[in-house]
């Protein structure tokens, strides 16, 4: 749109490289010379208020966005925006949306939390009416956003250092964002799932704004959109699609896991809210081979096979790991690595019982992100306790995601599954443990 874009960054990385090939000026490195006297800033979450060029802009009077704000601010000027919420699958439908239109050639304009397979991007401007995002609520700035047709698809209690009060909390957010719907706005509501029951059911008892309507989905529920004959075979899942009673299509998915099917069957039924011609994106829903860093193969040597998640939450690890069940007679390794000392001690029990699929479990060290530890609250006491819960071996390996590579390595055999599971670092271990295989090719052992 013309705007001239700056910023910075603590390391390099391919996203840093391309968005300076697109014309940003990006520095390595927070320093207050890298801020021009007249700018906007903005600024993620994860930036704190002693950053430098915050404290810089402060002095300033410069205007402050948070990432939202922009997001906010662009999607107003859009025609019809389709936000796609929850606790988790936002970052798959959003990205699924996207890329089905994509290919059906209908140049929708997006804004997603991941790398988009084949389109190799997360976001794009075009002319086409339709505009996609993804809305976090992690920092409570859904709020922010008023859209036409929103889809929630689960509710359940995360982010705990923000959501004080748990579900309860996230749901008064919830409330808050539904009730800046756009007029004649549409909530499109997972039934199956207990915290979206419980918002369906607090909106039926008040008035929603601007004579916003609910419409709901599910499996095989009697629901306006649902699933029926789901059929889970190795490499693919085919299911039909019913509206309000009636077929409308079998739908074929390459994605693993009942959470996919949910997140598929939501992605049709708000492009089919939208008013769009089903005909032209059914056959693309194939070809999705998910999102970066969601079940993503990124290796394989000697018969085993490595693969990234970014699941973080309990019960993101469980649909993985549950996905994992396709793999038959395989020997499933789970690396986990802990993020956020907050998120670790809040749903302690929960991560619990999220390692029931898998054959030996793995715990790294945990990933701070910006956080301060929590006495007590570490990988090697989670891994003990873990120990006595689950019939599984589990371990704690120590040190950075390449030590971590460098002591699980030699303990791989062929057949087996090893999936890397966490929001940080984690998504290193398949290049650390493929460059150990290259080492081991290169001397001949």
């Not at 945990?366 to 120990?387: H, M, Q, R, W």
């Not at 791989?412 to 290193?428: E, F, Q, R």
Request: proline fraction near 2%; glycine fraction near 8%.
């Amino acid at each position: 749109k013309g705007f001239e874009v700056s910023g910075s960054d603590i390391n390099d990385s391919k996203y840093v490289q391309n968005v300076k090939k697109l014309g940003a000026k990006v520095f390595i490195g927070h320093d207050e010379n890298n801020l021009p006297d007249d700018c906007v800033v903005v600024a993620s979450t994860a930036i704190r208020e002693n950053n430098p060029e915050m404290q810089k802009a402060k002095r300033l009077g410069l205007p402050i966005f948070h990432r939202s704000d922009l997001l906010a601010e662009i999607s107003k000027n859009e025609e019809y925006f389709i936000g796609y919420s929850g606790t988790h699958g936002k970052t798959t439908t959003s990205g699924l949306c996207s890329y089905v239109m994509e290919k059906a050639g209908l140049k929708p304009s997006y804004i997603v939390g991941g790398i988009i397979p084949e389109i190799n991007a997360n976001a794009n401007a075009a002319l086409d009416k339709i505009f996609i995002a993804e809305l976090d609520e992690s920092d409570g700035t859904i709020v922010k956003y008023s859209a036409n047709l929103v889809v929630v698809n689960n509710l359940e209690p995360d982010h705990l250092d923000f959501y004080k009060n748990g579900l309860d909390s996230i749901l008064e957010t919830f409330e808050t964002f539904l009730s800046k719907i756009r007029e004649n706005g549409i909530v499109l509501a997972n039934t199956d799932n207990e915290g979206v029951k419980r918002l369906v059911k607090y909106y039926t008892e008040h008035e929603l704004g601007h004579n916003a309507k609910f419409m709901t989905y599910s499996i095989g529920g009697n629901t306006d959109y649902c699933a029926k004959n789901i059929n889970y075979a190795e490499d693919y899942t085919t299911f039909d699609i019913m509206y309000k009673g009636e077929f409308q299509t079998t739908l074929k998915i390459c994605l693993k896991g009942v959470h996919n099917v949910y997140n598929s069957l939501a992605v049709w039924a708000s492009l089919h809210i939208a008013g769009i011609d089903m005909e032209l994106v059914n056959k693309h829903f194939a070809t999705f081979s998910g999102m970066g860093r969601r079940f993503q193969k990124v290796g394989e040597f000697d018969g085993i096979s490595i693969y990234d998640d970014y699941a973080h939450h309990p019960t993101e690890i469980k649909a993985t790991l549950s996905s994992s069940k396709s793999f038959k007679n395989r020997n499933v390794i789970a690396v986990f690595q802990p993020h956020r000392f907050t998120r670790l001690q809040n749903l302690w029990n929960e991560f619990m019982g999220a390692f029931s699929d898998v054959n030996r479990v793995v715990v790294t060290d945990v990933y701070a992100a910006s956080e301060d530890p929590i006495d007590g609250v570490n990988s090697l006491a989670f891994t003990n306790e873990l120990k006595e819960k689950i019939d599984v071996p589990c371990e704690n390996i120590s040190g950075d995601i390449k030590e971590v590579a460098r002591k699980l390595f030699p303990t791989l055999k062929s057949g087996d599954i090893v999936i890397g599971l966490g929001a940080g670092t984690i998504t290193n271990l398949g290049k650390e443990l493929l460059a150990l295989n290259e080492e081991r090719v290169k001397v001949g052992k």
